[in-house]
C-alpha cells in the first residue's frame, strides 16, 4: 500500500467551547467529504472523534479541523492517540453524549443572531417567520440556559419544550444548521411570547399584537420591560426627553449615562460617530455595548448628560430585531438593566413583576426560564485594541489562557465592580459582571452565580484568594469558606489580572483608582510597583492628601478640593481666600472640616488618583457632589477631550510641568504645583475644559518621569524592565491612556493593559487567582 493511502485508526480529544457551537456536525460533514469511517461524541471534557482512514486523509481533516474550525467553536487543545480497538464499521456515526464524570469542555457565551435566522424571521411563507425565539447552532443564547455539563437540551431550560416532529427533524439531521442546537424551537413547540400591564394583566398572547402593541406603547412614551437573555431591560424612546427623564426618576438613577441599542448600523451612525474599528465591535457575534462619541442635537439630552461618549449596540436577539421592524418603533431605545439602582437585574417573570412595577407600565414576558443573570458587555474601541471595560454577555464563561496556572482556585474578586475567578489548570474563568455586592440582594446573586459556575465547570475549589481588605462582603465570603485563604494586596492584584492576560511575570505596574486597602493600612490609589512574580514593592506613589469624612468625601467631592487646597498650604476657613467655586460653603461648614484635617479625625490619608481627579473637578466647579462612582472624572475627561481635540496648545510659562519630589527615599507624584496652576487658571477666568486638559498633561508628564526614574535606576528592584503595565480604574480615561501611552512607547518601553479583562475592578479577580497561583505552588513563569 502507497503511504498516502496506508490505514490510519486514532482518537482525538478535543477541548474548549466545541459543544452548542455546530462542532459535530462540522465533523460528521468532513469526515464524509474525506470518506473516513468513524464516530464523534460529546463528552464532559470536550469532544471525542474517533477516526479510520488513509492517512493522508486523516491528515487533511487534523489540518483542517486546526485551521478552520466552525465560526463559533474555540480549540484549546487537541490530544492524538492510536486508537487499537475494534475497527469501526463502515460510514461515520454521530453518537449521543456520554458523561464522563469531570468536565472539562468549555461553555459557550450567548451569540447574536445569525444572518441565516434573520433570513428565517423575515421571510413570508418561512415557519419561523416573526418568531423571536429562532435560533441554530451558530447564535442564540447557551450561559444563560445551560444548568449543567454535557451541553444537551435535557440539562438546559429548554428540556421543558418537547420537539415538534419538523424541529426533531432538524435536530437530528447532521446536515442541517440545527442539528443537535439544544435552543431549537418553532411556533408550534417553542417558548412564546405575552404582553402584561404593570398590574400583571394578561393583554395578550399572539406575537404580532405583543409586538405592534409594544412598539405603540414605546412611541407614546411608555416604560417597557422587555424579557431578554441573560435578563430583563427597562425600554423607552431614546428621542423623549419626558420618557428618559420619567424613567430616571423612576428607577431612580438620576444622573448615570444610559445606553441605548439601535435599530442597524445605519441607524447607529445618525447617532454617534462610528469608525471601522467601532462598527466591527458593534456587529461583531458578542454584540456589546460600544462606547463612542456622540453626536449633539438627535437623542436625548438626559441619557449621558456632560459626558462626549454614548453606549450603544446593536439588536442581539430575534425578538429586538422583530420590534424595530414594527413601524410605530422609534429607531433609537434606551436599553438599561431591568431594576432598580444598585439591585440585580430580574429574570424571572414573578420577580420583575414584583420589583418592576413600580416602574414600567407595561411587561414583554416570555416563558423560557434564565438560568443565571448575565448583563450587557461594554467595550470601548482604542487605537490599536478594543479594551473591554464589563466583560459579561457574549464574552463570559470563555476563560483566559494563562499557561501554569493551577486548578481549583477561587478567587472573590472586589467590592465594587465585582466579578469572581475560579481555575482549572491553566485556565481563568472569570465570571459575568456582578457589580456592586453590598446589598442583601446582590451579596446572594453573588453566591448563587459562585456556585451555578462551581456546579456547571465541575470546580471545587481547596484555595480561596481575596482583597486584603477585611470588610469587603467579598473577603468575608472567602474567608467563611473554611479553604487555606490567599489575601492579594488590591493594587497587587491589578498589576495581576494584566500579568495574566499578557503573559508576563515582571514589570513596572502603575495602577491609578479610586481606592485599595495599603499594606501600611492607608488608602492606596496612585501607585508605582515593582513586580516579579509573586514579589512585588512599592517604589513611589501620588503624594498623600487628606480624605476628610472617609466615603462622605467620595460622594461630596467639595471635601477634596478643600483637603487638595490644605494639603498645598491653603487657609480653607478664609473664604476670601477660596476659589470662587467653593465660596459657597459655610464658614461653620469650613472650619470643621480644618479641625478635622488638622487633627485627623475621621480624616484617612488616601493616595488615591481617582480622588485627584475628583478634587479637581470640584477646584474647576464641574461639581460639588456626585451620584455615582466616577461621575466628575467622566465629566473632567470629557472637557479634556473637548479641549485637546479644539487643538489647545501646551500650557504656557513652564506651567503644568512633571512635578516629582523625594521624601523618605521614595519618589512622590507631588501634587502641589498643581494646585497652584489650577488657582491661577481660575483666577484668570481660563476655560474649565483648558483647565481640565491641562490636568491630563500634567499627570502624564508627572507619571512619565517617575517610570523614567524608575526604569533607570540602578538600585530599584528588577531595574531595568521595559515593561509597562497600567492598570486601575482611571486607565477607562481614553485621553489619559491614550497620551500616556504614546510618550511611552516613544521612550522605547512595552506597554501591557487590560484588554480582554477588565482594567478596573472587574478584573482583580483574574489578578487574585494568578497571585495566589504562584504563591501556593503554580510554577512562576
Same mark, same amino acid.
Given at each position: ?316 436577539? @430575534? ?39 413600580? =416602574? ?363 515593561? =509597562? ?32 479583562? @477588565? ?23
Amino acid at each position: 500500500m502507497t503511504p498516502g493511502l496506508r490505514k490510519q485508526q486514532i482518537t482525538v480529544q478535543v477541548g474548549g467551547v466545541v459543544q452548542g457551537v455546530g462542532f459535530r456536525p462540522f465533523v460528521y460533514s468532513l469526515a464524509q467529504k474525506l470518506g473516513l469511517a468513524g464516530q464523534v461524541v460529546n463528552t464532559g471534557r470536550g469532544v471525542e472523534i474517533l477516526l479510520s482512514g488513509p492517512k493522508e486523509a486523516v491528515d487533511r481533516f487534523l489540518s483542517t479541523l486546526k485551521t478552520s474550525p466552525p465560526p463559533l467553536a474555540r480549540i484549546t487543545d487537541m490530544v492524538i492517540s492510536p486508537y487499537r480497538g475494534p475497527e469501526p464499521g463502515p460510514g461515520f456515526i454521530i453518537c449521543a453524549s456520554k458523561d464522563t464524570g469531570n468536565a472539562a469542555t468549555l461553555i459557550s457565551p450567548d451569540i447574536a443572531t445569525c444572518d441565516d435566522c434573520l433570513a428565517d424571521i423575515f421571510s413570508p411563507g418561512k415557519r419561523r417567520f416573526h418568531y423571536p425565539f429562532t435560533n441554530c447552532t451558530n447564535c442564540g443564547p447557551r450561559m444563560t440556559i445551560i444548568r449543567k455539563i454535557p451541553y444537551d437540551r435535557p440539562n438546559t431550560t429548554m428540556a421543558s419544550f418537547p420537539l415538534c416532529p419538523s424541529c426533531r427533524r432538524e435536530y437530528e439531521d447532521p446536515l442541517d444548521r440545527r442539528f443537535h442546537a439544544q435552543p431549537n424551537a418553532c411556533p408550534r413547540c417553542g417558548p412564546r411570547i405575552s404582553l402584561h400591564d404593570n398590574r400583571g394583566r394578561l393583554l395578550t398572547k399572539d406575537t404580532e399584537q405583543c409586538l405592534s402593541n409594544c412598539a405603540a406603547t414605546l412611541q407614546d412614551g411608555h416604560i417597557l420591560a422587555i424579557k431578554g437573555l441573560g435578563g430583563f431591560h427597562l425600554a423607552v424612546d431614546a428621542f423623549s426627553d419626558e420618557a428618559v427623564l420619567r424613567l430616571r426618576r423612576k428607577k431612580q438613577r438620576y444622573a448615570k449615562p444610559l445606553a441605548v441599542m439601535a435599530k442597524d448600523p445605519a441607524t447607529a451612525a445618525t447617532i454617534c460617530f462610528l469608525g471601522k474599528r467601532e462598527r466591527e465591535i458593534l456587529t461583531s457575534r458578542e454584540r456589546p455595548i460600544t462606547l463612542v462619541p456622540k453626536i449633539s442635537g438627535r437623542l436625548s439630552r438626559h441619557l449621558a448628560p456632560g459626558i462626549d461618549e454614548i453606549g450603544v449596540m446593536l439588536p442581539y436577539t @430575534p425578538l429586538h430585531h422583530l420590534l424595530f421592524a414594527q413601524p410605530q418603533c422609534p429607531d433609537v431605545l434606551v436599553m438599561t438593566s431591568g431594576n432598580l439602582s444598585n439591585e440585580p437585574i430580574c429574570t424571572t417573570n414573578e420577580d420583575a413583576q414584583t420589583r418592576l412595577a413600580p =416602574i414600567a407600565d407595561f411587561f414583554l414576558f416570555h416563558n423560557r426560564d434564565i438560568v443565571t443573570r448575565v448583563d450587557d458587555s461594554v467595550v470601548r474601541s482604542g487605537k490599536t485594541t478594543c479594551q473591554i471595560l464589563r466583560r459579561s454577555r457574549g464574552y463570559t464563561p470563555v476563560p483566559v489562557t494563562v499557561p501554569n496556572l493551577p486548578g481549583s482556585i477561587l478567587a472573590c474578586g472586589a467590592e465594587l465592580k465585582n466579578t469572581f475567578c475560579l481555575t482549572r489548570p491553566g485556565q481563568a474563568f472569570l465570571s459575568q459582571h456582578i457589580g456592586d455586592l453590598k446589598g442583601p440582594d446582590n451579596l446572594i446573586f453573588y453566591q448563587e452565580s459562585i456556585r451555578y459556575l462551581q456546579d456547571v465547570l465541575q470546580i471545587s475549589p481547596e484555595i480561596v484568594a481575596c482583597d486584603l481588605h477585611p470588610d469587603y462582603l467579598s473577603s468575608r465570603y472567602a474567608t467563611g469558606l473554611n479553604l487555606p485563604c490567599v489575601q492579594v494586596q488590591h493594587h497587587h492584584a491589578h498589576a495581576g489580572a494584566v500579568m495574566a492576560e499578557h503573559g508576563i511575570d515582571s514589570g513596572l505596574a502603575v495602577i491609578f483608582d479610586g481606592a485599595g486597602l495599603g499594606s501600611d493600612g492607608t488608602i492606596w490609589g496612585g501607585e508605582f510597583l515593582s513586580i516579579e512574580g509573586k514579589k512585588w514593592a512599592r517604589l513611589a506613589h501620588l503624594d498623600n492628601f487628606a480624605l476628610p469624612g472617609g466615603d462622605r468625601a467620595t460622594r461630596e467631592i467639595w471635601r477634596l478640593g478643600l483637603a487638595l487646597l490644605a494639603g498645598s498650604g491653603g487657609n480653607i476657613t478664609d473664604r476670601t481666600a477660596l476659589p470662587e467655586t467653593l465660596r459657597h460653603l459655610p464658614g461653620q461648614t469650613l472650619s470643621t472640616l480644618a479641625s478635622m484635617i488638622e487633627r485627623k479625625v475621621n480624616t484617612p490619608s488616601t493616595s488615591s488618583v481617582g480622588r485627584l481627579f475628583d478634587g479637581v473637578a470640584a477646584l474647576l466647579g464641574i461639581r460639588r457632589e456626585v451620584d455615582f462612582e466616577g461621575q466628575a472624572a467622566m465629566e473632567l475627561e470629557s472637557l479634556a477631550r473637548q479641549a485637546y481635540n479644539a487643538g489647545i496648545g501646551e500650557p504656557t510659562n513652564q506651567r503644568y510641568q512633571a512635578t516629582v519630589s523625594r521624601k523618605r527615599g521614595e519618589l512622590r507624584l507631588d501634587y502641589r504645583p498643581l494646585i497652584e496652576w489650577l488657582l491661577e487658571d481660575l483666577h484668570n477666568n481660563t476655560p474649565a475644559r483648558e483647565s481640565a486638559c491641562f490636568f491630563h498633561i500634567w499627570l502624564v508628564r508627572s507619571t512619565l518621569a517617575i517610570i523614567l526614574a524608575l526604569v533607570n535606576s540602578q538600585t530599584v528592584p528588577g531595574a531595568p524592565t521595559k515593561n =509597562i503595565l497600567l492598570a486601575g480604574g482611571c486607565f477607562q480615561n481614553n485621553l489619559l491612556l491614550t497620551l500616556l501611552t504614546d510618550d511611552l512607547k516613544k521612550h522605547g518601553l512595552k506597554v501591557y493593559t487590560g484588554n480582554q479583562v @477588565p482594567v478596573n475592578d472587574g478584573g482583580i479577580a483574574l489578578g487574585q487567582a494568578y497571585i495566589a497561583g504562584l504563591q501556593t505552588g503554580g510554577r512562576q513563569r
